[in-house]
C-alpha cells in the first residue's frame, strides 16, 4: 500500500517561509513532485526531485523562491518557500510517479501514480 503524507502548511504572511515535508511509504518510485491547486484552478506542477541521481525540476514561476530537496533518495522529500505571496496561497499536493519513464514529462499529473491528500498554504497580505 503506497502512502503519501504531507505537512508543515500553515497560515503565514506575506515574505514569511514554510518548509513542507512529505513522507512517503509503500513504493519507491522514480520520481517526487510537487504541485499546487487554488480553488477553481488546474492543480499544477511546482517541482519535483529524480530519485536515481537527484536531478531536480523546477515550474518557470518558481524563480529561485522554491527549493525541493530529500536528504537521500529513500527519506521525505522537501519543499522550501520563501518570501511567500498572497498569490502562492493554494493546497500543495506531494505526488509519486513510479514508471521508469515517470521523469519523462515531470511537469504533467498524469506522469505521477500516487497522490497525497495535501497541506494547505495561505498567505495572507
Known amino acids: 500500500q503506497v502512502q503519501l503524507v504531507e505537512s508543515g502548511g500553515g497560515t503565514v504572511q506575506a515574505g514569511e517561509s514554510l518548509r513542507l515535508s512529505c513522507v512517503s511509504s509503500g513504493r519507491r518510485g522514480t520520481i517526487m513532485g510537487w504541485f499546487r491547486q487554488a480553488p477553481g484552478e488546474a492543480r499544477e506542477f511546482v517541482a519535483a526531485?529524480?530519485?536515481?541521481?537527484?536531478?531536480?525540476y523546477y515550474a518557470n514561476f518558481v524563480k529561485g523562491r522554491f527549493t525541493v530537496s530529500r536528504d537521500n533518495a529513500e527519506g521525505p522529500m522537501y519543499l522550501q518557500i520563501n518570501s511567500l505571496k498572497p498569490e502562492d496561497t493554494a493546497t500543495y499536493y506531494c505526488?509519486?510517479?513510479?514508471?521508469?519513464?515517470?521523469?519523462?514529462?515531470?511537469?504533467?499529473?498524469?506522469?505521477?501514480?500516487?497522490w497525497g491528500q495535501g497541506t494547505q498554504v495561505t498567505v495572507s497580505s
Open positions: 526531485i529524480r530519485r536515481r541521481d537527484g536531478y531536480k
Open positions: 505526488a509519486l510517479g513510479a514508471r521508469s519513464d515517470s521523469y519523462a514529462y515531470s511537469d504533467r499529473t498524469e506522469s505521477y501514480d500516487y
